[in-house]
């Protein structure tokens, strides 16, 4: 086994390749960019090296950089993880020149495997199920509309260098096919540098089922039983399950095998996932499954397989990589229960998916529901550099209800702060009615995505519990001395008090009736709620409304309070009214971040005199450049950000000097 191994990767899957490598008794050489340099894998490793500024370019892809920190550390192996160069041949072959193990397949696996065309002609002629179609080098349009017409409409065009759907067009009429084609071409070109193209027969109602494959360097190659990932949303996976619902034995063992054999085909060697395509119009048939591609890596969702196996997939990937033969023959190979794996990510659901960035102020992961694979840790950012994966949950059961009934309550305890999560969204699909049936395929969340992404406005209670929390009601009293407890923002009406509360940009002002004996009156818009609190520990608290009996957790984060009451989570921001109230335009001393982001450019300049409108700081967020102007005219006394800074909503990043006085 491997004394020390250099892991060439962030995040989660960096955390949980040297948790089991650690086990095993090997250290752990963590790489880190600038954005990362305190990051949770780094705390985790046994030593680690800085590989470059931020940007994946210039640090997660450079092999040099890679290559130069395993000899540095004197590691005799190296595990690249998913993503990054886990499936780039030359960062094979950089590893192997520099006397280092690749953790994974050997470089002509991953080359037989990249391009779609090859891969399906191979596999042809290892008997490996593939859709009816077109894989052929010829290119001219009258050749690929005879074969699309030989084939028979309708009829999907993909790129033969794609992934992820990019550059597929779907043509259900023959009179369409040459502008769907050179816009398949177009895209294909542009996105990958290579326009060819495949046509094949479009398979309706497709399920996605990926099978897991082990291969060693004796000539063995088992399958660990199959995955569905057909909840996807744009092609990315969004709740992945093992094993398949509606999977028949005689189906699994029949795309056991053609996996195997496509493994074998290709001279395979580690972990790998051969994806096929199910025609489920009819239900699962073993005649209707159909290659589509082989990844040559460790999946993100290989857990789930872990969970119903009982087996540590890196731990098969260490000692194969050390020359071990596989751990089991196929015979040994189980199932146990049902799996679930939920994807958090730092996404509005509501914006359509869009990346979020964010410090997480506050972090409540489900670790004793669940199994929880993460990277970050709360206080930690999400920025924009990186897939903004936070965790990873992953459930197990006897049954796929008991399983999926757990998934629900483990995504309820879920809890996060500073920055937007798909949580929410999450929870709901794990709860609809046709995921709860095993009734999936691919069209489902696009189906329902208005129902799935919307976010319910807060319930009088939340806002009721949330102007508690800003009034300092829910504190512990800190002691006898009433003007010790006195915190937060309060006017004082007589036996009322009046709380601000932001959410989501829409201002409301809640007024608090004190009852004494913890009971309050609470006006929330046109709603009233009476609510009698015990106040409890660590923003634990039991509410007594009309009788009946909640728990809520608030947890307070700078100036946000988050709210999570009956599974509902909701978070307002708390505006600061002095700076409101201030009327002598002091608040327009300050320019402020007014989302998280990346400074890009920063004209100000210290002593300068502008005047209202002229831009100080550009800033890059969600993928677009925001300009941050002077608000008013005057001089600039301090400018508090630097180019390539990362900075926070709210945060201050110029300041203007006091209006001179008269
Ligand atoms: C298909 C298909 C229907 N017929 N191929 C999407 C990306 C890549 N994994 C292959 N994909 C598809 N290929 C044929 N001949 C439908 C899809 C497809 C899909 C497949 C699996 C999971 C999710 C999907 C979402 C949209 C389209």
Not at 141 to 153: C, P, Q, S
Not at 282 to 305: C, I, K, W
Not at 418 to 441: C, Q, W, Y
Not at 486 to 510: C, H, K, N, P, Y
């Amino acid at each position: 086994m491997f004394k020390k191994i250099l892991v060439a990767n962030r995040g989660e899957i960096a955390c949980r390749v040297m948790r089991t490598a650690q086990r095993m008794g090997a250290a752990c050489v963590a790489v880190y960019s600038d954005a990362d340099a305190r990051a949770m894998h780094v705390a985790m490793a046994d030593e680690a090296y800085r590989i470059g500024p931020s940007p994946v370019a210039e640090s997660y892809l450079r092999i040099d950089a890679l290559i130069e920190a395993a000899k540095r550390s004197g590691s005799e192996a190296v595990h690249p993880g998913y993503g990054f160069l886990s499936e780039n041949p030359l960062f094979v072959e950089a590893c192997e020149a520099a006397g280092l193990v690749f953790i994974g397949p050997p470089a002509s696996a991953i080359r037989a495997m990249g391009l779609k065309d090859a891969a399906k002609r191979l596999m042809e002629k290892a008997s490996v199920p593939v859709v009816p179609g077109y894989h052929g080098e010829k290119q001219d349009a009258a050749l690929l509309a005879k074969e699309a017409d030989r084939i028979g409409y309708p009829v999907l065009i993909k790129a033969r260098a794609g992934g992820g759907g990019k550059g597929m067009r779907r043509v259900d009429d023959p009179k369409a096919f040459k502008a769907a084609l050179e816009g398949a071409q177009r895209e294909a070109n542009s996105s990958f540098g290579d326009a060819a193209v495949l046509v094949e027969k479009y398979v309706s109602k497709p399920r996605h089922i990926e099978v897991q494959v082990f291969a060693d360097a004796h000539g063995n190659a088992v399958h660990l039983n199959e995955r569905d990932c057909s909840l996807q949303r744009r092609h990315q996976k969004v709740i992945e399950e093992a094993p398949a619902p509606g999977m028949t034995g005689e189906m699994r063992a029949a795309m056991g095998k053609a996996a195997v054999d496509a493994a074998l085909a290709v001279g395979y060697r580690g972990a790998g996932t051969v994806e096929f395509i199910v025609d489920a119009s009819e239900g699962l048939r073993a005649d209707r499954f159909y290659f589509m591609e082989m990844n040559t890596r460790l999946q993100v969702e290989h857990p789930v397989t872990e969970a119903i196996t009982g087996l540590d997939l890196v731990e098969w990937q260490l000692r194969i990589a050390a020359g071990e033969p596989l751990p089991l023959k196929q015979s040994d190979v189980g199932i146990d229960g049902h799996a679930f794996e939920a994807r958090i990510y730092a996404e509005d659901a509501e914006k359509g998916f869009l990346p979020a960035t964010g410090t997480l102020t506050h972090l409540h992961l489900p670790v004793d529901l669940a199994r929880v694979d993460t990277g970050v840790r709360e206080g930690d950012t999400i920025t924009p550099y990186y897939d903004p994966m936070i965790a990873k949950v992953i459930v197990h059961g006897a049954s796929r209800a008991v399983a999926l009934n757990k998934l629900t309550r483990a995504l309820r305890e879920t809890r996060a702060m500073g920055s937007v999560t798909n949580v929410a969204f999450l929870e709901a699909l794990s709860r609809n009615a046709s995921f709860a049936l095993g009734d999936v395929d691919t069209g489902l969340i696009e189906r329902e995505i208005a129902t799935l992404a919307a976010v319910p406005e807060p319930s009088a209670l939340d806002r009721a519990v949330a102007a508690l929390s800003a009034l300092g009601l829910l504190r512990e009293p800190a002691g006898t001395d009433p003007w010790e407890t006195l915190t937060g923002w309060r006017q004082w009406v007589e036996a009322s008090q009046f709380a601000l509360l932001d959410w989501r940009g829409m201002q409301m002002e809640i007024e608090v009736r004190t009852l004494g004996n913890g009971r309050y009156r609470v006006a929330a818009g046109r709603a009233e709620v009476d609510v009698a609190v015990k106040v409890g520990a660590a923003g634990v608290h039991t509410l007594d409304v009309s009788g009946e009996i909640i728990e809520a957790i608030v947890v307070e984060a700078g100036r946000e309070v988050g709210v999570f009451v009956g599974g509902e989570a909701v978070t307002f921001g708390l505006p600061d009214r002095l700076h409101e109230s201030d009327d002598s335009g002091a608040g327009e001393d300050r320019v402020v971040a007014p989302m998280p982001g990346l400074v890009k450019v920063v004209t100000a300049k210290a002593g300068a005199k502008v005047q209202k409108g002229d831009a100080l700081v550009v800033l890059e967020a969600m993928k677009m450049e925001h300009t941050l102007s002077a608000p008013r005219d005057g001089v600039i006394a301090e400018v508090l950000v630097k180019a390539g800074e990362q900075v926070q909503d709210g945060v201050v990043v110029v300041r203007l000097a006091e209006p001179a006085k008269g």
